[in-house]
């Protein structure tokens, strides 16, 4: 699977501009050191991302609270299987610090590992729909992995859990 099929899609039918487009592209490489990072601080293989060639906005329902995913952790259905994949939003790629994109590939890994533990225990139910960022954030925290339990990179669970105390939106 290519990761940027998408993105050179868009920019293919001039929906990217040639400028942000490249600028993706190049800096890919960030995304693929997070992974390998993440990797080998877990022991355990990343699993499939994309990136998606828009920003993902989030709205609780009944509630005038926007939030913007700039990455999230989906499960999916391909060839007859589940498959859960890592869908990263470009403004991320383009214009995300180095730190705090590899924190959030962490992020979604933990919810990656999370999902998978759910699913061999089939303990598959529809997460709870919440009425404003405040409770999403709550909720998100609740179905992750303890990021210490995960990773044995100093640096990227200072990322984790400096930068984002509080979780993410």
Not at 59 to 68: A, L, T
Not at 86 to 103: E, F, M, N, S
Not at 134 to 152: C, G, H, I, K, Q
Request: hydrophobic fraction near 45%; charge should be negative; proline fraction near 5%.
């Amino acid at each position: 699977m290519d990761p940027l099929l998408k993105v050179n899609e868009a920019h293919k039918n001039g929906v990217l501009s040639d400028k942000i487009h490249s600028l993706i592209v190049k800096r890919f490489d960030i995304i693929l050191e997070g992974v390998s990072r993440i990797e080998k601080a877990s022991g355990i293989n990343f699993p499939l991302a994309y990136v998606e060639p828009s920003i993902v906005i989030s709205q609780p329902s009944g509630s005038f609270d926007y939030g913007i995913l700039f990455a999230r952790t989906l499960p999916v259905i391909a060839n007859e299987r589940v498959e859960i994949i890592i869908q990263i939003t470009a403004p991320l790629v383009a214009y995300g610090l180095k730190g705090t994109i590899h924190a959030i590939l962490a992020h979604e890994f933990l919810h990656y590992l999370e999902l998978v533990k759910r699913m061999s225990k089939m303990e598959m139910v529809s997460d709870e729909i919440t009425g404003n960022l405040f409770e999403s954030m709550y909720a998100d925290t609740t179905r992750l992995f303890e990021p210490r339990s995960v990773f044995d990179d100093k640096t990227l669970l200072l990322h984790i859990t400096k930068k984002f105390p509080e979780g993410f939106p």
